[in-house]
């Protein structure tokens, strides 16, 4: 039984380009949440997804934008990249929207930008 | 949103030596979870644990949530539980988690 995948595991961009970082949900997940974590802190809420729509989303942002998939599967996209958008990428799923049911979190993409 | 404190900040055991790390939370919750998070970034689950008291080996948690505060004791550490320690909460009111700012945990042979 598969957890949490993401990809890529690190990925290097430069100022004012675009990226998608993507996440498969643990089997049996339909929720998708994004975070990010910077040097030193803790991950810090981006938006969840479920039901292929945004369910509630954090202080990021329009830059920051996602997708869920039929199949549950999510995309980050990050336009216009700035240099404080370096930071560890985490995809969190959980069922029904995490409502009483536990987050399980990937292993994470680390973006670099130069 | 609601507010999540830790404490301490920062801790350094011997190795075998025993902890308790703290969690505060300013509203009521429907989930609470205690992670470590090791060098490699890798967040693992330790427990969900919105109410009540759980254990899992060394380790053991209880969340008393009509005072707003959850515990996470480490037993007979090892060199391997070094890393941050977080809790996130969320409350009845939305699906946003909250995460601490963790505790960072050292622990010397």
């Known amino acids: 039984d598969a957890g949490v995948t993401q990809s890529p595991t690190h990925l290097i961009k430069t100022r004012g380009q675009q990226v998608t970082l993507r996440c498969s949900p643990k089997?049996?997940?339909?929720?998708v949440s994004w975070y990010q974590q910077a040097l030193g802190q803790g991950p810090q809420f981006i938006f969840q997804y479920y039901e292929e729509e945004e369910r509630q989303r954090g202080n990021f942002p329009d830059r920051f934008s996602g997708h869920q998939f039929p199949n549950y599967s999510s995309e980050l996209n990050v336009n216009a990249l700035l240099l404080g958008d370096s930071a560890l990428y985490l995809c969190?799923?959980?069922?029904?929207?995490?409502?009483?049911?536990?987050?399980?979190f990937g292993d994470g993409t680390r973006l670099s930008i130069l | 949103g609601i507010q999540v404190e830790q404490s301490p900040p920062d801790l350094i055991l011997q190795e075998g030596a025993n902890s308790t790390l703290r969690c505060n939370f300013s509203d009521s919750v429907n989930n609470l979870q205690w992670f470590h998070q090791n060098p490699w970034g890798q967040l693992i689950n330790l427990f969900y644990i919105p109410s009540g008291t759980k254990q899992n080996g060394r380790l053991s948690a209880t969340t008393v949530a009509t005072e707003r505060y959850s515990l996470l004791y480490i037993s007979s550490s090892q060199t391997t539980d070094s890393g941050v320690y977080f809790c996130?909460?969320?409350?009845?009111?939305?699906?946003?988690?909250?995460f601490g700012t963790g505790t960072s945990l050292t622990v010397i042979p």
């Open positions: 089997s049996g997940h339909d929720t």
């Open positions: 996130a909460a969320k409350t009845n009111t939305g699906n946003q988690f909250y």
């Open positions: 969190a799923s959980s069922s029904g929207q995490g409502r009483g049911q536990p987050q399980h």
